[in-house]
């Protein structure tokens, strides 16, 4: 299939974010297609250095060939120890991107979308951990509840957790199509499908309209738990404060309430308790200051880019 890998969101403002330097030693946790990180290494010197984190291999297609970038396999939960690994001590900047690419989403086999009929993967990292569907089969309805409720923010999650519990005890739920079964409570239809789908073996469902946005809240749950979302982003956050320099930038594009609450509440005040530390005066004591406080992307960019909607920039420099 002929796909984009993806577009990168709010390009310029990240870049300008970064505020690069071009002797600089970057990061960017979340290569994806690349996007972002081929313009920051457009910005760099050959002395300058950039090292890209992706957890998915399908990100290899996408790798550059340049003696001043290294691509890293890896969680970014983990940037700390890859750190280590290349004996980096300090860095300028640090880019996250949160959350799927386009690929995810429209590439059928990986199970991020309600819109194939397709096993309910959803692991960004295909080389190990549970899936969506060991999560719907294994997990108590209790859990069920709190991951659809927290992640989710389904209002009626404990219906749902229920409806799941009941339908497993019949049948494993191991497809797409079965889970939204579940919860809409009917047999769902097949579209005619394109023909590059059909030469893939996927096909789309018909989804009614009605039922998408709730589709969509239940998959992006089941997506944050798989991939252990929220635990990745607070490891990492905590490791990129200790790695930046003075001077240094934090960029981050958050897609979620959930993931933005905490990338907020860290930027201000450099825990992730979100807790303002104050002096004997009333200053208060942040390692950070903060920059950019969730800007969106321009209505011109989401005519062209309409998954670029929901993105929300903040900007960090470190200041200790
Ligand atoms: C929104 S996309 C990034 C797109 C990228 N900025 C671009 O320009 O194409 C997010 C990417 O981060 C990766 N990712 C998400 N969480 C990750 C984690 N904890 N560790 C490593 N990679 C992660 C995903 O696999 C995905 O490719």
């Not at 970064?18 to 994806?32: A, K, R, S």
Request: proline share 3%.
């Amino acid at each position: 299939m002929n796909e984009i890998y993806h577009i990168p969101a709010m390009l310029k403002e990240t870049i300008q974010g970064l505020n690069i330097q071009p002797d600089g030693l970057y990061v960017d946790v979340t290569f994806g297609g690349g996007g972002h990180s081929r313009a920051i290494l457009d910005q760099l010197s050959e002395q300058g250095k950039l090292y890209s984190f992706d957890q998915d291999l399908d990100t290899l297609q996408n790798v550059m060939h340049q003696d001043n970038w290294q691509f890293v396999h890896g969680n970014f939960r983990y940037l700390r120890n890859f750190m280590d690994y290349y004996g980096v001590k300090q860095i300028d900047g640090l880019l996250a991107d949160l959350g799927v690419s386009f690929h995810h989403f429209d590439c059928p086999e990986r199970g991020f979308s309600f819109r194939f009929s397709a096993p309910l993967d959803m692991r960004m990292n295909q080389t190990g951990g549970k899936t969506a569907a060991d999560i719907l089969n294994t997990y108590s309805e209790e859990d069920l509840a709190r991951v659809l409720h927290i992640y989710g923010e389904l209002k009626n999650s404990r219906q749902i957790a229920k409806k799941i519990v009941k339908a497993r005890e019949q049948k494993a739920i191991e497809r797409t199509e079965e889970l939204v079964e579940v919860v809409m409570g009917r047999p769902v239809g097949l579209m005619d499908a394109a023909p590059q789908l059909l030469d893939n073996g996927y096909r789309e469902l018909d989804i009614p309209t009605g039922a998408k946005k709730d589709l969509a809240r239940l998959f992006q749950a089941l997506r944050i738990e798989v991939n252990d979302e929220m635990g990745a982003l607070r490891e990492m956050l905590l490791a990129a404060k200790d790695l930046l320099k003075p001077g240094g930038r934090i960029v981050i594009l958050t897609y979620h309430s959930l993931e933005d609450r905490m990338v907020k509440n860290f930027l201000r005040s450099g825990n992730l308790e979100g807790k303002i530390e104050k002096d004997f005066y009333g200053n208060i004591l942040s390692p950070f200051k903060v920059i950019e406080k969730g800007m969106t992307a321009s209505e011109e960019e989401v005519a062209r880019n309409p998954r670029a909607r929901s993105a929300k920039l903040r900007v960090a420099e470190k200041i200790v």
